[in-house]
């Protein structure tokens, strides 16, 4: 009953493709979020999504788009790959923001390894 | 995006000793929460904090909400190997659902 889990675990690809990372979670929550971490271990937020609004983190180049089929799904997809795109990305999930500020929350996915050739 | 100032980079500690770990911001929080992550794996939420001067524990962990809501503590009582990892700091302001990262302490334990 894994809480946020996220597809696949690692994912190895060459330059140029496009693939998706998927994330699901059954926490009841509604928002969503991507993180990129980078070889020195910051997180950076990519995305936070709910059923209001997308924010996109403006450094994020547009190659990368998340989408949400439902509340319980985040997607992550990226067009055509670059080599500094090599990173783990973690997906995250938390209670509404109009909820109790003490069930303000964020739970994270176990993170997939995106290598770029 | 905004980033936490979090401190120390890294410790190397003997097990048994107490670890300090902080983290500031230039804006006020209304959340902070306290992350470990091992190798491999997602970050785990350690402690969560709501009110400004707050002091939380969860087991050996301590947390305390700065009384400036702008920076927070974490302490670690009697360490020991499985403390290994690293840990991160997050708040969140009250116009947002964002969370910002602290820059993270890595936390070496030596038996």
């Known amino acids: 009953d894994t809480a946020v889990s996220q597809t696949p675990k690692y994912l190895v690809t060459q330059m140029g493709n496009d693939k998706s990372i998927k994330c699901e979670q059954n926490?009841?929550?509604?928002?969503m979020y991507w993180y990129k971490q980078d070889s020195k271990k910051f997180l950076k937020i990519m995305f936070s999504y709910n059923n209001k609004e997308l924010i996109i983190n403006e450094t994020v180049p547009n190659r990368f788009s998340p989408k949400s089929p439902d509340k319980a799904h985040l997607n992550l997809h990226i067009n055509s790959l670059e080599l500094g795109d090599s990173a783990v990305y973690f997906c995250?999930?938390?209670?509404?923001?109009?909820?109790?500020?003490?069930?303000?929350?964020?739970?994270f996915g176990p993170g997939t390894r995106l290598t770029v050739l | 995006g905004q980033q936490l100032n979090q401190s120390p980079q890294s410790m190397f500690i003997q097990e048994g000793e107490d670890v300090s770990m902080n983290c500031t911001s230039s804006?006020?929080?209304?959340?902070w929460l306290w992350y470990k992550q091992d190798p491999g794996e997602g970050p785990v939420l350690l402690i969560a904090l709501y009110k400004a001067g707050e002091l939380t524990s969860n087991g050996r962990l301590t947390a305390q909400f700065g009384i400036t809501r702008k920076d927070s503590f974490l302490n670690i009582s009697a360490s020991i190997p499985s403390d290994v990892g690293i840990y991160f700091c997050a708040g969140q302001s009250n116009t947002g659902n964002q969370f910002y990262f602290g820059t993270g302490t890595s936390l070496t334990v030596i038996p």
């Open positions: 995250a999930s938390s209670p509404n923001q109009d909820r109790p500020q003490n069930l303000n929350e964020q739970f």
């Open positions: 926490l009841g929550h509604d928002t």
């Open positions: 804006s006020i929080f209304n959340t």
